[in-house]
């Protein structure tokens, strides 16, 4: 089935310590995404990226980085650098189109990250 | 990218109506309304768009005004299985650009 998957669903860290959560998608979209969630709250935009090789910050990218080495792949490395980490984490892909027309973002089921 | 205003939260009693607003008074002739929904701790869900004529599909109507500045949506019986947190988001239409979500509308249907 064609979809976007975000794994692991659950994933625990300790304080310092980097970690890299995985999101792929065989949709064949151009445009992926990464967002942040926190209680109550809506979604933050950390990194996008609309072809191989580029990406492009978020409203919250400090503490973070990304690569997309392949069109299928956008994976999220949570650095140290991140203060506050633990949150629910949000990955998405959507066409691009020159002519226009239903660009609808499909999203994974996200990751929930704790650090201890 | 254009902003959106909607209420925190509302309630609407199964089997009626829910009617969610959003504003975007500074949506530009390009850019489509887009509403998605979000059931805890899943990923948000596309429900309908539209740039300035009425849609409707099997999840949903929109409703947007003539001026573009406001839609609406709505959901024509309500069930439990709505509760969710709605977003409207503006995108122009052709993907290349960061996709931004508000706070959206927490919305409890209520039995």
């Known amino acids: 089935d064609g979809g976007i998957t975000q794994s692991p669903k659950y994933l625990f860290r300790k304080e310092g310590q980097n970690v890299t959560l995985s999101c792929e998608q065989n949709?064949?979209?151009?445009?992926m995404y990464w967002y942040r969630q926190d209680p109550g709250q809506g979604l933050r935009l950390i990194y996008y990226s609309q072809i191989v090789n580029d990406f492009q910050k978020g409203d919250i990218a400090e503490g973070y980085s990304v690569s997309r080495e392949k069109k299928e792949s956008f994976p999220l490395t949570v650095t140290s650098a991140q203060k506050n980490p633990t949150a629910f984490y949000l990955c998405?892909?959507?066409?691009?189109?020159?002519?226009?027309?239903?660009?609808?973002?499909?999203f994974g089921q996200g990751t929930r990250l704790t650090v201890v | 990218d254009a902003k959106t205003t909607q209420p925190p939260s509302m309630d609407c009693a199964e089997g009626r109506a829910a009617n969610l607003p959003c504003n975007h008074s500074?949506?530009?002739?390009?850019?489509?309304v887009y509403w998605y929904r979000q059931i805890h701790s899943q990923g948000p869900q596309y429900i309908i768009h539209?740039?300035?004529n009425n849609e409707t599909n099997e999840m949903a109507s929109l409703i947007i005004t003539e001026d573009r500045k406001s839609s609406t949506l709505i959901l024509p019986h309500a069930t439990l299985r709505d509760t969710a947190v709605y977003y409207c988001i503006v995108r122009a239409n052709f993907g290349n650009e960061k996709l931004t979500f508000g706070t959206g509308t927490r919305l409890t249907i209520i039995p």
């Open positions: 539209g740039l300035k």
């Open positions: 500074t949506i530009s002739g390009n850019e489509y």
């Open positions: 949709l064949n979209h151009d445009a």
């Open positions: 998405a892909s959507s066409i691009l189109t020159r002519t226009g027309g239903n660009t609808e973002a499909f």
